[in-house]
């Protein structure tokens, strides 16, 4: 196989057909509906289509502003292609979409960071912002460092490197010894809307209490008492928006709170529920700027809230208890107002203290 050269990947300074927002990421030895899987690809939205269709899409109100990923099988590697999308360079859907291969992701972003990673089974070994290719972290941040010279990412200088997602698919390149042509991209390819409440990504590491006697609360209780704590919570907060009744949600949540699994696919009742959710969040946060007069200030502020509860049930769900408690959990301490409260916040506290007390 003839290696990936510089010329293989200059086309994408053109802006086309990619734009200035992107996300590129490379998967061996999985195939392009596994890898749209683990994204969070719905089902019944698998299909070709071109970029064109999608940005169409993910511009309208109509349509709920969906985000799309396309798959491009490339030899022993797919590559996830999304346009205007960045989820395969976070760090959880990451630990998803390498577990038990490799994952090298390629971020061209021009309003905000770009960025490199190299993932291998759930682990980041190598991570940086092309820009910065000196400030790198992971496993084993210099475990690229002859590749990264020889595409013209200079580890060991701190200059600033203009257009550094060049160098950096460059560098995917070295890795997986293929990249994609824009010949390739502008049919149609496999794809499907992204929604990552259905991936296989664990919640958010970033996202929890910040008081240290609740994060100590929370290391120390043992894990039937977060799970029931995380199925309190979510409960809590579906009264506090009318959603206790929704078929097969408090179902799901018992069924975790017992340490069962408690998966929700995206076409059963709770799973068309959640997704309906989700779409009234994106909405809330697109059409703020895109299409102010389409929502009241009632409507947005739900959608917002809407958000909020569907990330606090998909980490209810999660089966690691603690991480499922300290994510949902932050609605409670770090929330809107209308999700917070203090007493109850206190409740918890005294409740997972005892319950480690008691052991």
Partial sequence: MPEVTLDDVLWIDDGEPLGEIFCLTFIKDVDETEALSRLGGLPDTLRPRTLEEASEAYLSYDAGYPEFAFALRLGAWTVLIEPDGFQGS???????????????????HDYADHAFRYAVDGILVTG?????????????????????RVAGLVPDEDDYLSEAYVPALLLAGLITGTVPTPEALTGELLSAEIDSWFSAAPPSLGHGPTDPAMIAAIESAPPHLLRAVAAGEAMRLASV?????????????????RGEPADVVPDSELGRHVRSWNRRARQASRSLNEAPSRMSDDERNLGYML???????????????????RAVLYPLTQGPPLLRDPARETAVLALLRDGTESR
């Fill in 307 to 325: 958000g909020w509860f569907t990330d606090a049930l998909h980490a209810a769900l999660w089966p690691d208890p603690r991480a499922a408690a």
């Fill in 241 to 257: 928006l009318g959603l206790e009744g929704t078929p097969g949600l408090a179902e799901a949540v018992a069924a975790a709170e």
């Fill in 128 to 148: 940086f912002e092309p820009t910065w290719p000196d400030q790198r972290w992971g496993s084993d941040p210099d475990r690229l460092l002859e590749q990264m």
């Fill in 90 to 108: 976070l760090t959880e859907p990451l630990t998803a979409l390498s577990r038990g291969t490799e994952a090298v992701v390629v971020q061209r």
